[in-house]
C-alpha cells in the first residue's frame, strides 16, 4: 500500500460488500485463510462460517499461527481492510461469550516506520473494528520506541523486552481494558504493553489476537 493511503474501500461506504467482493475478484484476490475463490469481501463464506474464537485464560485467539498464517499476513502484508471485518467480528463474539468486563479497547503499537510504510497499524485497525462491534471507546494509549522487530529475534531472545519500549501517551480514565495485537507468541510483548497499562492505572486487562501458541507454557 503506498505511503499515507488508508482504507482504498473508504469511498463505496462501509455497506458495500457487494462492491468491494467485485473489486477483489476483478484483482484476483483469494480468500487468505484456504486461498479459495473469495464469495464474500476479505474471507470466504466457508472460512468465516469456521472461525470461532477460543479462550485461554485472558486470552481469546482464533487459532494457531499455522492455521491462521494466511489471515494474519493478509492483514499485515496486503492492505488489510478487506480481511479485518470477519476477523474482527468473531474475536469480538468472543469476548461477549467471555463476559469480561471491558470498558475500552487499545491496541499493542508498531514501531512509526514500519506504520509509515504500511499506512496502518494492523493490531490498530483489528481493535477499532473490534471497539465499534462491542461498542466501546478506542483508545491509542501506547506508544512505542524503536527496537528490533519480534520476528526478526529469537525465540529465546524475545522474552526479553527492553525496559523503557513502551509507554502510556496519556492518562487512563478506564480500569477494564481489552488489549488487541495480532500475534501471541511468546507474550512478551502483549505482557510488556500490560505492564505500561497497569503502571498507569489500569485494573484489568484481557487480551485478543487473531493467533497464539499451541502450547500453554507462554
Known amino acids: 500500500m503506498p505511503l499515507g493511503v488508508g482504507d482504498p474501500y473508504r469511498h463505496l461506504g462501509h455497506n458495500c460488500g457487494a462492491k468491494r467482493m467485485l473489486i477483489e475478484r476483478l484483482l484476483g484476490a483469494r480468500c487468505p ?36 498464517r494466511g489471515a494474519v499476513r493478509a492483514l499485515k502484508f496486503k492492505g488489510g481492510y478487506r480481511t479485518a471485518d470477519p476477523l474482527a467480528q468473531s474475536l469480538a463474539e468472543g469476548v461477549r461469550e467471555a463476559g469480561w468486563p471491558v470498558e475500552a479497547v487499545t491496541a499493542v503499537p508498531t514501531v512509526w516506520w514500519r506504520r509509515l510504510g504500511r499506512g496502518y497499524n494492523p493490531a490498530e485497525l483489528l481493535g477499532k473494528r473490534i471497539a ?51 500475534v501471541l507468541t511468546t507474550g512478551a510483548t502483549f505482557k510488556a504493553v500490560e505492564r505500561v497499562l497497569r503502571a498507569g492505572g489500569a485494573t484489568a486487562v484481557f487480551g485478543a489476537v487473531l493467533a497464539a501458541p499451541e502450547y500453554k507454557g507462554w
Open 33 to 68: 485463510l484456504c486461498g479459495g475463490e473469495l464469495d464474500a469481501p476479505g474471507v470466504c463464506l466457508s472460512c468465516r462460517a469456521r472461525l470461532r474464537s477460543r479462550r485461554r485464560h485472558n486470552l481469546i485467539f482464533l487459532g494457531s499461527y499455522r492455521e491462521m
Open 132 to 182: 465499534k462491534l462491542l461498542r466501546l471507546p478506542y483508545e491509542c494509549l501506547v506508544g512505542r520506541r524503536y527496537s528490533q522487530s519480534q520476528t526478526r529475534r529469537r525465540r529465546e531472545d524475545r522474552v526479553n523486552i527492553r525496559p523503557g519500549t513502551f509507554y502510556l501517551l496519556g492518562d487512563i480514565e478506564y480500569g477494564s481494558w481489552l488489549l488487541v495485537d495480532d
